[in-house]
């Protein structure tokens, strides 16, 4: 243990490179403890298959009728099937089955964040999450009414809370007709974009910067490769941020009435 060779992970000693990371050795420890019917889920394998989630609580599922408890770990126990794939020591859920587990086990609140960047960089699509759910929702499962709650949520076909806002004050202000995630295609029918709200008939769109947006670097180069994209093809893109929509609703209205105006008018 002093050259760092064994680590000592939930009751266990596992030998694994430092390399590796945390997670790894929570992985094969689990599975030393829990044997070959268990699968390491949560936030662990979401990272295991590089979805990466700051979230720290460790969660793995064991078939009934085991009642094993391990110190820090949130062990599940339901009959739902679990799709899953083998590691060199334990079996690893597969990322849709990692993410509910993981939509079930966090607090509320960091449930519809989750919700929302999952949706966002399209880890879950809403055409996905019936099937995702559907063994979890039966009366009495664990996690079946923040399911059912979570579900209106991806029913409503926008992908983050300032969406869901500005849908809202659109329509409230009687501007009915936008497409929610609008995938604009070239000629060839490829997808440039796929865009937030989008009045095709005018090419007129209007983007959502969130309360996490640019998460990083990446994220923030493509945004705009994409926008450039959009608006080469013709459109006029309006960006609103989470604080636009929240605190100067009637400015947010007004421009968008605006365009409306300019396009139709065109």
Same mark, same amino acid.
């Given at each position: 243990?002093?050259?760092?060779?064994?680590?000592?992970?939930?009751?266990?000693?596992?030998?694994?490179?430092?390399?590796?990371?945390?997670?790894?050795?929570?992985?094969?420890? *689990?599975?030393?403890?829990?044997?070959?019917?268990?699968?390491?889920?949560?936030?662990?394998?979401?990272?295991?298959?590089? *979805?990466?989630?700051?979230?720290?609580?460790?969660?793995?599922?064991?078939p009934p009728p *085991?009642?094993?408890?391990? @110190?820090?770990?949130?062990?599940?126990?339901?009959?739902?099937?679990?799709?899953?794939?083998?590691?060199?020591?334990?079996?690893?859920?597969?990322?849709?089955?990692?993410?509910?587990?993981?939509l079930i086990t966090?607090?509320?609140?960091?449930?519809?964040?989750?919700?929302?960047?999952?949706?966002?960089?399209?880890? *879950?699509?809403?055409?996905?999450?019936?099937?995702?759910?559907?063994?979890?929702?039966?009366?009495g499962r664990t996690?079946?009414?923040?399911?059912?709650?979570?579900?209106?949520?991806?029913?409503?076909?926008?992908?983050?809370?300032?969406?869901?806002?500005?849908?809202?004050?659109?329509?409230?202000?009687?501007?009915?007709?936008?497409?929610?995630?609008?995938?604009?295609?070239?000629?060839?029918?490829?997808?440039?974009?796929?865009?937030?709200?989008?009045?095709?008939?005018?090419?007129?769109?209007?983007?959502?910067?969130?309360?996490?947006?640019?998460?990083?670097?990446?994220?923030? @180069?493509?945004?705009?490769?994409?926008?450039?994209?959009?608006?080469?093809?013709?459109?006029?893109?309006?960006?609103?941020?989470?604080?636009?929509?929240?605190?100067?609703?009637?400015?947010?209205?007004?421009?968008?009435?605006?365009?409306?105006?300019?396009?139709?008018?065109?």
């Amino acid at each position: 243990m002093r050259s760092g060779e064994w680590s000592p992970r939930l009751g266990c000693l596992v030998i694994a490179p430092q390399a590796a990371g945390r997670d790894w050795q929570d992985a094969w420890a *689990l599975g030393l403890r829990l044997g070959s019917d268990a699968i390491v889920t949560g936030p662990t394998a979401l990272r295991l298959h590089s *979805l990466p989630v700051p979230d720290t609580n460790v969660v793995c599922w064991c078939p009934p009728p *085991l009642h094993l408890t391990i @110190e820090g770990v949130r062990v599940l126990r339901d009959r739902a099937v679990r799709a899953s794939s083998p590691g060199p020591a334990f079996n690893v859920a597969d990322p849709l089955v990692a993410l509910v587990d993981t939509l079930i086990t966090v607090r509320e609140t960091r449930a519809l964040e989750l919700l929302d960047l999952a949706l966002q960089r399209h880890w *879950l699509s809403p055409a996905e999450w019936p099937a995702a759910v559907e063994q979890r929702l039966g009366r009495g499962r664990t996690g079946a009414a923040r399911l059912r709650m979570l579900g209106a949520r991806v029913g409503a076909g926008t992908r983050s809370e300032a969406e869901r806002r500005l849908h809202a004050l659109l329509l409230g202000g009687g501007l009915g007709g936008w497409h929610c995630n609008y995938p604009l295609r070239s000629n060839s029918g490829a997808i440039v974009a796929e865009l937030d709200f989008a009045l095709p008939e005018l090419k007129l769109c209007l983007e959502v910067d969130g309360r996490a947006h640019h998460s990083d670097e990446s994220d923030f @180069e493509r945004d705009r490769v994409r926008q450039n994209a959009v608006q080469l093809m013709g459109w006029l893109v309006l960006r609103f941020t989470w604080n636009q929509i929240v605190n100067n609703p009637s400015a947010v209205m007004a421009e968008i009435r605006w365009a409306i105006a300019l396009r139709s008018a065109a």
